[in-house]
């Protein structure tokens, strides 16, 4: 069948069942859906074959083709249909589709739990559960699924936590936690933590479903967007993880553990004894293996659970890349060869704000050239840039080639490694302005209306102005979404431009008329820093770094420049130990391994190939050392570098990956590789 509802489930309420003519042994536990779950969780069963749960029926050819899925009818999408698009991009936004990059031979549907590549499609059957998380109001409407494999072990269960990547949609992991999971037979938990594709057309009221579905009835509705009364919708479209005004980071690990108790009801519902046809409670936490997991946001979220679980869900925790606010709290220092690190953790936001506002001068440096991305930058806007940051008094030089470098020198400075440097151009055209513009909504729980520092959300015409979004581009949203626009024809709208509404982008202007990539809506983003709701809302999504004494193991690439090192992995690992009585966390920081895999394989990008290796191999090596301690009682690796070689040659065109280039992690890493904890101080090597 193509539709997603095949059935829906029970609700039973009544917490014990007595069998009839038998003694007190015999009292059983009745399955019961979690009081946070919203409405009658979906069932879908998969064959593995049409369809399944990694692949949505694409299998690993079809992930990899450039042709995307189909939709019949474009402004009527099936959810079946959603499903299939969603599963494709999310795939291929969180690692290199690339055969050389190593999809297919050292990851991807067709390489099994052990690391063998196979000739197979690497289709995985088994069902699928799907419902929202809400506390009661309505509006928070958490989309959670469950997929359970049909190779899924009863008599030795796990379940796998992914949290979605980035501002995602629910299948946000599934490259990533998601395929470690499933291979393993393991229960996959997936969330959106509050954020994903959940959009708003203010002009035509439409509005999305649980399951992406275009729709006018805002009851039930992923989200619908408080607007002012009177307020003109000027093509504007309200977004999810930006307008939500809820501030959704501050719940992300409480949202993953609510996924994790999902699986634990989809478990128990679809594979525990039944009596009397309600289904009993078969696994538990006690009797079932659960890893947090996931990358990126979803790796914070997992870090999130971890501290906040009470009631001892968890067992053990593996991330990658982890998107982690340190609150500074233990009193923990960072050294990195030797020298103590000065002006690392800081927030998402504050770091952020620094990139929109130093980068695009940054990338024009001399000492960058060639650096991948470079052509995305519009140079004589770039130049405005510098002067007009002069002008300012926040940077200094007598020509464009002296700004751009003490531009350069500022990031550096702001806790950029130099490792980073050439990350700056790709990462400022297609990444920092609309991580900045999302969260400076998010932590001031601004209205769509609100026009915060004159930004906005809207699809964009041939001369760059606002104007009405394709219906049938907005209907696919579920499916090309990312969750932070720039995403699927909408765009970010310079609201405040001399000129009028225009697309924030190349040459863009400030209200001064000046293309200079609009310095003053940057210099507003960072000006929020100091506003009390922000300052507030940033302070409410920090952590401590107290694990509870569980098994964790981090993997973070040392060239990262979306979620530096410096202001994330490093700071909270120190503080994790100084906090963590009982720490049993360990750190891998890898050479040459940067935010955006999927950058790697980019043919846009020439130069992400001959340089940087797939973290994605890292993750999955993480993965496998958390489970052969949970399973097993093998010791995680000890904290260290690993120090890879990058497949060099022609840009765009590396040699084919070997295993020669991403080395193992050690058991016992030589001491100009460990990474080392004492008194209060990481030690890091060079």
């Known amino acids: 069948m193509n539709h997603y509802k095949i059935s829906t489930l029970s609700a039973a309420t009544f917490a014990a069942l007595t069998l009839a003519g038998c003694g007190s042994d015999s009292i059983v536990t009745v399955n019961s859906l979690p009081t946070f779950v919203a409405g009658t969780p979906q069932r879908l069963p998969v064959d593995g074959s049409s369809n399944d749960l990694l692949t949505a029926g694409l299998g690993k050819s079809g992930l990899q083709s450039a042709v995307s899925p189909t939709i019949n009818d474009p402004l009527n999408p099936t959810a079946a249909e959603l499903r299939r698009l969603a599963i494709y991009n999310n795939y291929r936004a969180l690692v290199d589709m690339t055969t050389n990059g190593g999809y297919g031979v050292l990851y991807g549907p067709n390489v099994d739990a052990n690391g063998v590549a196979g000739s197979g499609e690497g289709k995985i059957g088994g069902v699928e559960y799907m419902a929202y998380a809400d506390d009661g109001s309505g509006k928070q409407n958490v989309t959670m699924v469950v997929q359970i494999p049909a190779t899924f072990n009863a008599s030795a269960p796990c379940i796998v936590s992914a949290a979605s990547s980035g501002s995602r949609g629910v299948y946000g992991a599934i490259a990533t936690a ?89 478990l128990n519902e679809e594979l525990a004894p039944k009596v009397n046809g309600a289904a009993t409670v078969k696994f538990v936490p006690d009797n079932t293996l659960v890893i947090a997991s996931s990358v990126s946001n979803g790796g914070g979220a997992a870090l999130m659970a971890a501290e906040l679980d009470s009631e001892n869900l968890i067992d053990g925790v593996a991330v990658g890349e982890p998107q982690i606010q340190p609150d500074g709290s233990g009193g923990a220092s960072v050294k990195f060869g030797g020298n103590t690190v000065t002006g690392g953790g800081k927030s998402l936001y504050d770091y952020t704000t620094q990139a929109m506002l130093y980068q695009p001068c940054a990338a024009i440096s001399t000492q960058l050239a060639g650096a991948p991305g470079a052509a995305f930058i519009v140079g004589i806007s770039a130049q405005a840039r510098c002067a007009s940051l002069v002008q300012k008094g926040l940077l200094t030089g007598a020509n464009a080639n002296e700004q751009a470098d003490n531009a350069l020198a500022k990031l550096r400075a702001a806790g950029w490694l130099p490792e980073s440097d050439l990350l700056h151009a790709s990462h400022f055209a297609f990444a920092v302005p609309a991580i900045a513009v999302t969260y400076a909504n998010t932590y001031a729980q601004a209205n769509v209306a609100d026009n915060l520092c004159g930004y906005g959300f809207a699809a964009t015409g041939a001369d760059f102005k606002p104007t009405a979004v394709s219906a049938a581009a907005f209907a696919r949203l579920f499916g090309t979404g990312n969750g932070v626009p720039p995403t699927s024809g909408i765009n970010i709208v310079n609201f405040n431009s001399a000129l009028g509404p225009i697309i924030e982008g190349a040459g863009s202007l400030s209200a001064g008329s000046v293309a200079d990539y609009n310095l003053d809506g940057a210099r507003c983003l960072a000006d929020k820093l100091s506003n009390g709701t922000v300052a507030a809302n940033i302070k409410a999504v920090q952590r401590s770094g107290k694990l509870q004494g569980k098994p964790t ?57 001959t340089r940087f290796i797939p973290l994605h191999v890292y993750y999955v090596r993480a993965m496998d050392a958390m489970y052969d301690t949970l399973k097993n009682g093998k010791a995680l690796p000890p904290s260290q570098v690993v120090r890879t070689t990058p497949r060099g040659g022609t840009p765009g065109a590396a040699p084919a990956i070997t295993a020669a280039n991403v080395p193992a992690i050690s058991a016992a890493p030589a001491a100009a590789d460990a990474i080392t904890f004492s008194g209060n101080t990481l030690s890091i090597p060079q």
């Open 553 to 609: 193991i981090i993997v973070h690439g040392r060239n990262d420049a979306l979620v530096p090192v410096n202001h994330s992995s490093r700071p909270y690992v120190a503080q994790s130990k100084v906090n963590d009585a009982n720490s049993k966390l360990a750190y891998i920081e890898v050479t040459n391994a940067q935010h955006f895999d999927a950058f790697v394989g980019n043919a846009a990008l020439p130069g992400f190939d």
């Open 178 to 266: 998601g395929e470690w999971g499933l291979k393993k037979g393991c229960a996959v938990a997936y969330t959106d933590k509050g954020t994903g594709n959940g959009a708003h057309d203010l002009a035509t009221n439409t509005v999305f479903d649980m399951f992406g579905r275009p729709t006018t009835n805002v009851a039930g509705a992923q989200f619908a967007a408080t607007v002012p009364s009177g307020t003109a919708p000027n093509n504007r479209i309200a977004v999810k993880h930006a307008h939500s005004q809820q501030n959704p980071e501050k719940d992300w690990g409480k949202f993953t553990l609510q996924a994790i108790k999902f699986a634990f009801f989809a």
